[in-house]
């Protein structure tokens, strides 16, 4: 029995520590975002400790941390505030019914997200460009930093005139500002030397606890995860176990207005969620040096997404920054992320006056730490080494990752890395041109033969000027879309059209039967049971002097 845990939890000591550090990291960031999008600090997590331990167990990439993330927090806060007014206006007024809305939109998520994995929809991440990875890991460092820098401030409630609730923040100075800071740089100083003098300590929770005994011990006057939450507008970390949300099927009407008003959220979650994940994954692969299943963890945070939002949660997906520090601290197994899940749950019930008294700034110190080992920093060395394309798209993926929002940063380095890919293939169609002794002029297409570059080959041809007989010869080219199959014909139409016979040699099987279902015509111009002059089989058995299962072919 002994030998079988340990077959299947080889990494068991580093796991369960590594597991309750990120649960340590993991508050502060959940609490954070749960003020971004108006929601109760215990709802968010509540959703990072089902997500985190459903994708732990099931996921397809043992070592990835998931949990209530802000890239999918600030998608549903129009959302929350539209669904309120929306509840205040039913015949029967109904308080709060943002929250119920964003339930419901969680559990679409959720199910949007299985079929992707169902479908095998994880796959397209590896059509993910290499400077697309670099500028999503560098643009998430820079916004996690500027999100730990604003853990340098304090907030205060202000309510208008006109009854409109807004949080003021005002930045720390003086000797409350240099505590702080000295504080970081100790967390920081721990995490960087430590492993210097011994690896059998986890870096991270040593800082942890050690800064938080000094701060105790001292009893200095700092921000603490209590105070954060209660400046915030929470109550405290105490919560329930997460159970059933019954107001959910009671107040909420499943209806086509639902649907509609729910939809388009919760695509866009799914979509950020999923992207956000896949990359993290990528991430952790190249770490590793293993291979995550992507349609599985698809699959996974779907489902702990649906559960989420059955239980009261809110939506999350893989988060990158406490992916690291779980990676850094030694967890590799799906042990950490259950570990993390665990202890966070333990938090809320039992623990909480301890954690409540956790300063910030030992939280703040860690994710700087993380920031700074997660930030691609070779990107600036190899900035002019790299194609002038792909230097563009890692600084364009970074600035849009900060500015404007994860996915669409994606979106816009794929699309840039697609097009400039295509304009480069554009450019390597050629043609060689001869004559053979009865005086048929053939074309040697060489290169791609697709949308972008269907202009280069229709200059390649003189249709007024060749001779009656023209073969076009497509053995060192590749018909790639429906561009190029309407392309070649428009041009067998033009030399039809001057009344001139032309023929097509090695066309791919798949252009061929697409051009005989466009026109029947075609079985008089494509040339067929023609050799392919650059495999020859040999037709002198003595060349094969030995049985062909001998041959490595």
Wanted: some cysteine; glycine content about 10%; aromatic content about 10%.
């Amino acid at each position: 029995m002994t030998e079988f845990i340990r077959k299947i939890v080889p990494n068991a000591k580093d796991d369960v520590l590594a597991g309750i550090t990120v649960s340590l990291a993991m508050i502060p960031e959940v609490v954070a975002f749960a003020f971004v999008a108006q929601i109760d600090p215990l709802m968010a997590l509540s959703g990072a400790f089902i997500i985190g331990l459903i994708t732990a167990i099931f996921g397809g990439r043992p070592g990835l941390i998931s949990g209530a993330a802000g890239a999918v927090a600030v998608i549903f806060v129009t959302m929350i505030a539209d669904g309120h007014t929306k509840g205040m206006l039913m015949d029967t007024p109904i308080e709060n019914m943002g929250f119920f809305y964003l339930m419901a939109c969680v559990v679409l998520m959720g199910i949007i997200q299985i079929f992707a994995g169902v479908f095998k929809l994880g796959r397209f991440v590896r059509l993910i460009p290499h400077p697309v990875m670099m500028g999503f890991v560098n643009g998430l460092s820079i916004v996690i930093f500027m999100a730990q820098v604003k853990m340098f401030s304090h907030k205060s409630l202000q309510v208008s005139e006109a009854g409109v609730k807004e949080y003021i923040s005002t930045y720390m100075q003086g000797a409350e500002l240099y505590t702080m800071i000295g504080l970081v740089l100790l967390t920081m100083g721990i995490i960087w030397g430590l492993p210097k003098i011994t690896k059998k300590l986890p870096a991270a929770l040593t800082a942890i606890l050690v800064t938080s005994l000094i701060v105790i011990g001292f009893n200095m006057d700092v921000s603490t995860v209590g105070s954060y939450i209660i400046e915030g507008g929470g109550t405290g970390l105490k919560g329930e176990f997460p159970t059933p949300n019954m107001e959910l099927w009671e107040k909420l009407p499943f209806n086509l207005d639902t649907l509609k008003f729910i939809a388009l959220p919760a695509f866009l979650a799914a979509s950020v969620g999923l992207i956000e994940t896949l990359m993290t994954m990528n991430l952790v692969d190249e770490l590793t040096e293993t291979r995550g299943n992507g349609n599985r963890e698809c699959v996974a945070q779907g489902a702990g997404n649906i559960v989420s939002g059955l239980f009261g949660g809110t939506g999350g997906c893989g988060m990158i920054g406490q992916t690291v520090i779980n990676i850094n601290a030694g967890g590799r197994g799906r042990l950490s992320g259950i570990m993390m899940a665990v202890t966070l749950l333990s938090f809320i019930l039992f623990a909480d006056k301890l954690i409540e008294m956790v300063p910030i700034a030992a939280l703040v110190g860690v994710m700087f730490m993380m920031v700074i080992e997660t930030f691609a920093w070779s990107s600036f060395r190899i900035l002019k080494k790299i194609p002038m394309s792909d230097a563009v798209v890692l600084i364009t993926v970074s600035l849009v990752t900060v500015f404007v929002d994860l996915a669409v940063a994606v979106f816009v380095g794929v699309i840039i890395s697609a097009l400039v890919f295509a304009w480069e293939n554009a450019k390597k169609i050629r043609a060689r041109k001869r004559v053979k002794e009865d005086g048929t002029k053939v074309y040697e297409i060489w290169g791609p033969l697709f949308f972008g570059s269907i202009l280069a080959f229709n200059d390649k041809f003189d249709v007024k000027n060749d001779p009656e007989k023209v073969e076009i010869d497509f053995v060192e080219s590749r018909v790639s879309d429906h561009s190029a199959i309407e392309a070649i014909f428009n041009l067998v139409g033009k030399y039809e059209a001057e009344g001139k016979s032309i023929k097509l040699k090695h066309l791919s099987e798949d252009c061929k039967l697409l051009l005989y279902k466009s026109s029947p015509k075609f079985r008089d111009v494509i040339v067929e049971d023609i050799e392919d002059p650059r495999y020859h089989l040999a037709a002198n058995p003595e060349d094969f002097p030995k049985p062909l299962s001998e041959y490595k072919l």
